[in-house]
């Protein structure tokens, strides 16, 4: 149970935000001050990644603890399975009034806008869309509340929401016990409708002229046309945010309150694969994360590899509670006490929808695998999982950091794949995964730098 000191906590989660959109991670735009603020006051989780690169899977990987192919979303349209405990089930038994705000995508595609109480992930104050894409665009907000009452908020769809939290927490202040509140925006995803990305009005002008980021500039895509409405849609979100950040301070609730920023997924145009995320690449596994508060002010900058599943343990063990020993990450207060704290070397991936893939990244090297059976219009059959791997992707972030060189299949390369597929045999495993068979590329010549043994390590 909790203690008369136990933390609000509140997670500000994006939809599809690449990590180098923010100063923290070296970008010139001016789009992220506030992000950057508490990246450098609080903790800066700099080398953060998704376990699941689509919306709904890496959503209730969030909310349960557990990887893609345990909770029984590994796609779009599907619940988590209805036994498992999420993050509001385990704050309301500690005490806590949980709330959820904006878009949730964890209830069947039936569900568009408004969703039945009993799959609201029992969080006792509620005002959400289940495809909150679908339902509203960037000047039509609607949102649902616990009892199925549609609100239409105005403004621009981030303020909107955002405006929403902030009254929560208000009504919040006024109670002697703590919250958890969970707010998740929709952009800088697009809308889907007109396949946009629909910044406030004259936020696209501010960056016309703003420089892509070199996978975007070399590859094949839609991000000459929409990387101007993106950066202003994340301008507007980091305002927001900025925003929530001051109500917790002019509440006088900021110094008791842990806030946790991050998101889903990247994005990387449609320059991998006929859509936007759903690749190994880091635009889409990469994304950006810091968190402030008790346990986390002037924490510094974390340069381990960490994983979105190892922040449902990290909330629960800020607030003192137990974290579950079904929850298949770790908490990272551990290694922000203590940064020279043994923890694992690589981060664990898993990949649907556009195929059924898994990937392991290490500080250095990033390898991939897909199933390889496909329908008979030749597209990859999705599943939650394969028996059999073919070996699709290895790029050497070292030298090749915007991964624009694909090294499996080099004969001179043919000890790294070794080491990383024993790597990523491994994560399966402990992900209760069965381990496939995997098949070995096509070979080709050596590449021009042939690896030395010392080179296989991370």
């Given at each position: 149970m909790?203690?008369p000191e136990?933390?609000?906590?509140?997670v500000?989660?994006?939809?599809q935000q690449?990590?180098d959109?923010t100063?923290a991670h070296?970008?010139?735009l001016?789009?992220?001050p506030?992000?950057?603020?508490v990246?450098r006051?609080g903790?800066h989780l700099?080398?953060s990644?998704?376990c699941?690169?689509v919306c709904?899977?890496?959503?209730a990987?969030?909310?349960?603890?557990l990887y893609?192919?345990?909770?029984?979303?590994?796609?779009?349209?599907?619940?988590?399975?209805p036994?498992?405990f999420?993050?509001?089930?385990?704050?309301?038994?500690?005490?806590?009034?949980?709330?959820?705000?904006?878009?949730w995508?964890l209830?069947?595609?039936v569900?568009h806008g408004?969703?039945?109480?009993?799959?609201q992930g029992?969080?006792?104050?509620?005002?959400?869309a289940?495809?909150?894409e679908?339902?509203?665009?960037?000047?039509t907000?609607?949102?649902w509340?616990?009892a199925?009452n549609?609100?239409?908020?105005p403004?621009?769809?981030?303020?909107?929401?955002?405006d929403a939290?902030?009254r929560h927490?208000?009504?919040?202040?006024?109670?002697?016990k703590?919250?958890?509140?969970?707010?998740?925006?929709?952009?800088p995803?697009h809308?889907?409708?007109?396949?946009?990305y629909?910044a406030p009005n004259?936020?696209e002008h501010r960056?016309?002229?703003?420089e892509l980021?070199?996978?975007?500039r070399?590859s094949n895509g839609?991000?000459?046309?929409?990387?101007?409405?993106?950066?202003?849609m994340?301008?507007?979100?980091d305002e927001?945010?900025?925003?929530?950040?001051?109500?917790?301070e002019?509440l006088?609730?900021?110094?008791n309150?842990?806030?946790?920023?991050t998101?889903?997924?990247?994005?990387?145009?449609?320059t991998?694969?006929?859509?936007?995320?759903?690749s190994?690449?880091?635009a889409s596994i990469?994304?950006?994360t810091?968190?402030?508060?008790?346990g986390?002010d002037?924490?510094?900058?974390?340069?381990?590899?960490?994983s979105?599943i190892?922040l449902?343990?990290?909330?629960l063990?800020?607030a003192?509670l137990?974290?579950?020993?079904?929850m298949q990450?770790?908490?990272?207060?551990p290694?922000?006490r203590?940064p020279r704290?043994?923890?694992?070397?690589?981060?664990?991936?898993?990949?649907s929808?556009?195929?059924?893939?898994?990937a392991?990244?290490t500080?250095r090297?990033?390898?991939s695998v897909?199933?390889?059976d496909t329908d008979?219009d030749?597209n990859?059959?999705?599943?939650?999982?394969?028996?059999?791997?073919?070996d699709?992707?290895?790029?050497?972030?070292?030298?090749?950091p915007?991964?624009l060189?694909n090294l499996?299949?080099y004969?001179?390369h043919?000890e790294?794949?070794a080491?990383m597929?024993?790597?990523?045999a491994?994560r399966?495993?402990?992900a209760g995964?069965?381990e496939?068979?995997?098949?070995d590329a096509p070979s080709?010549?050596p590449?021009?730098h042939v690896?030395?043994?010392e080179?296989?390590?991370l």
């Amino acid at each position: 149970m909790m203690s008369p000191e136990s933390p609000n906590i509140i997670v500000f989660l994006t939809d599809q935000q690449r990590y180098d959109t923010t100063g923290a991670h070296g970008s010139k735009l001016g789009l992220t001050p506030n992000f950057d603020r508490v990246a450098r006051q609080g903790t800066h989780l700099a080398r953060s990644f998704t376990c699941q690169p689509v919306c709904a899977p890496a959503r209730a990987c969030f909310q349960t603890g557990l990887y893609a192919s345990q909770n029984g979303v590994w796609r779009n349209g599907y619940q988590p399975h209805p036994h498992l405990f999420t993050l509001a089930d385990y704050f309301n038994e500690a005490g806590y009034h949980t709330g959820y705000i904006g878009k949730w995508h964890l209830a069947d595609d039936v569900y568009h806008g408004y969703v039945p109480r009993d799959l609201q992930g029992g969080y006792e104050s509620w005002l959400g869309a289940n495809i909150l894409e679908f339902v509203s665009d960037a000047f039509t907000t609607r949102l649902w509340d616990e009892a199925g009452n549609e609100h239409r908020l105005p403004g621009y769809r981030v303020d909107a929401v955002t405006d929403a939290a902030i009254r929560h927490i208000h009504a919040r202040s006024e109670e002697a016990k703590p919250f958890f509140l969970f707010v998740s925006l929709l952009e800088p995803h697009h809308q889907n409708s007109s396949d946009s990305y629909p910044a406030p009005n004259g936020y696209e002008h501010r960056y016309a002229t703003a420089e892509l980021p070199p996978d975007l500039r070399v590859s094949n895509g839609t991000a000459v046309q929409h990387w101007p409405g993106y950066c202003g849609m994340i301008k507007r979100i980091d305002e927001a945010f900025g925003r929530l950040l001051e109500a917790l301070e002019s509440l006088r609730l900021k110094e008791n309150t842990v806030v946790l920023y991050t998101s889903d997924h990247g994005n990387h145009f449609k320059t991998r694969n006929a859509e936007y995320k759903r690749s190994c690449h880091d635009a889409s596994i990469r994304v950006p994360t810091a968190i402030c508060g008790p346990g986390f002010d002037s924490g510094g900058e974390v340069g381990k590899l960490v994983s979105l599943i190892d922040l449902p343990p990290t909330l629960l063990d800020a607030a003192g509670l137990e974290v579950p020993e079904e929850m298949q990450g770790r908490s990272l207060l551990p290694l922000i006490r203590e940064p020279r704290l043994e923890w694992p070397e690589e981060v664990f991936i898993q990949i649907s929808e556009s195929q059924t893939g898994r990937a392991v990244r290490t500080e250095r090297w990033k390898y991939s695998v897909r199933a390889p059976d496909t329908d008979e219009d030749g597209n990859p059959v999705s599943r939650p999982a394969s028996n059999v791997y073919v070996d699709d992707c290895l790029y050497d972030l070292e030298a090749d950091p915007w991964e624009l060189t694909n090294l499996v299949g080099y004969t001179s390369h043919a000890e790294v794949v070794a080491v990383m597929r024993e790597r990523l045999a491994r994560r399966m495993r402990d992900a209760g995964e069965e381990e496939p068979e995997f098949i070995d590329a096509p070979s080709t010549e050596p590449y021009e730098h042939v690896v030395s043994p010392e080179e296989t390590r991370l």
